[in-house]
Nanobody, 128 residues
């Protein structure tokens, strides 16, 4: 089992920045990919970014709507995943979730159903 705990959400004006953190614990050696997802009220959960964590290469993959604005990184020593969000827009308002999976075949999948472990979420609100 893997436990995930997000932090860092909050409120910001459009054009501003926020940084999210996700602390992982438990059987983290079984995890191959970690990612960030979000869900706005009345909408389906969608993938934001994911990163391959098993090995020296930390290859990120982003959804088109955040490319150039969001950056996903991992501090392996701290078992902590980050999401730096810049140039935030009102459309980025959502609950943001951290997720992880032990499925090494995912490649560039950002489908929520492909991820087994989930955090409780942290709210991000962007006002225009």
């Amino acid at each position: 089992q893997v436990q995930l705990l997000e932090s860092g959400g909050g409120s910001v004006q459009a054009g501003g920045s926020l940084s999210l953190s996700c602390a992982a614990s438990g059987d983290t050696s079984s995890v191959y990919y970690m990612g960030w997802f979000r869900q706005a009220p009345g909408k389906k959960r969608e993938g934001v970014a994911r990163i391959y964590i098993s090995g020296p290469l930390r290859i990120p993959y982003y959804a088109d709507f955040v490319k150039g604005r969001f950056t996903i990184t991992l501090d392996n020593a701290k078992n902590t995943l980050y999401l730096q969000m810049d140039s935030l827009q009102s459309e980025d308002t959502a609950m943001y979730y951290c997720a992880a999976t032990g499925d090494r075949t995912l490649l560039n999948s950002l489908a929520p159903n492909d991820y087994k472990y989930w955090g409780q979420g942290t709210q991000v609100t962007v006002s225009s």
